[in-house]
């Protein structure tokens, strides 16, 4: 069964810069194309970024373009979010997901989330 | 940019047939999937490729997309049902989008 934990959530002053992990295990984590989706609370799903299975493209939301960057580690099975220059919109879960092989651009499985407070 | 529209909220009875719409310029020329998302949890891909199913989704949940519409229908409504419910496609600058989410209540 495939399993995504996300951690290094927290709160963190407007300004200040957050790394989010996601570790990937009960499957191939290197074939897999992988995203990060946020929820602001009470809101809707909101994607933020995208990483292609060797690393080599990168697609971003217009919302964290230039201060947002994905990246990931096959070796050991893990996605990294490096967010800089939070702002209080950034406030949210985050959620890894993993991209269906299908091609079809949907995302199959996602982890349990970690929330990112940004405040004062 | 490429938005998709859902309606805030979809009402239905118990063992009835509820349909959640998501529109958009073209849909129909792209792939669209739906997700649940019940409170306090992850969201659950229930359709994909427009119409299919992942391995343990009942099949009372079915899908279609066509012209400027994509549509979730769920045949025979059942309580655990209640949930958010969010469409989701890819546009053409490589961007993901979703739906702004219809809450489906079973009353």
């Known amino acids: 069964q495939v399993h995504l934990v996300e951690s290094g959530g927290g709160v963190v002053q407007p300004g200040r810069s957050l790394r989010l992990s996601c570790a990937a295990s009960e499957f191939t984590f290197s074939i897999f194309s992988m995203h990060w989706v946020r929820q602001a609370p009470g809101k809707g799903l909101e994607w933020v970024t995208f990483?292609?299975?060797?690393?080599?493209?990168?697609y971003y939301a217009g919302s964290v373009r230039g201060r947002f960057t994905i990246s990931r580690d096959n070796s050991k099975n893990t996605l990294f979010l490096q967010m800089n220059g939070l702002r209080p919109e950034d406030t949210a879960v985050y959620y890894c997901?993993?991209?269906?092989?299908?091609?079809?651009?949907?995302?199959?499985?996602w982890g349990q989330g970690t929330l990112v407070t940004v405040s004062s | 940019s490429y938005e998709l529209t859902q309606p805030p909220s979809v009402s239905v009875s118990p063992g009835q047939t509820a349909s959640i719409t998501c529109s958009a310029d073209?849909?129909?020329?792209?792939?669209a999937c739906w997700y649940q998302q019940r409170p306090g949890q992850s969201p659950v891909l229930v359709i994909y490729q427009d119409t299919e199913r992942p391995s343990g989704i009942p099949e009372r949940f079915s899908g279609s997309n066509s012209g400027n519409t994509a549509t979730l229908t769920i045949s025979g409504t059942q309580a655990m049902d209640e949930a958010d419910y969010y469409c989701q496609t890819w546009d053409s600058s490589s961007s993901v989008v979703f739906g702004g989410g219809t809450k489906l209540t079973v009353l």
């Open positions: 990483i292609s299975s060797d690393g080599n493209k990168k």
């Open positions: 073209q849909l129909g020329d792209k792939y």
């Open positions: 997901a993993r991209e269906g092989l299908a091609a079809t651009g949907h995302f199959d499985s």
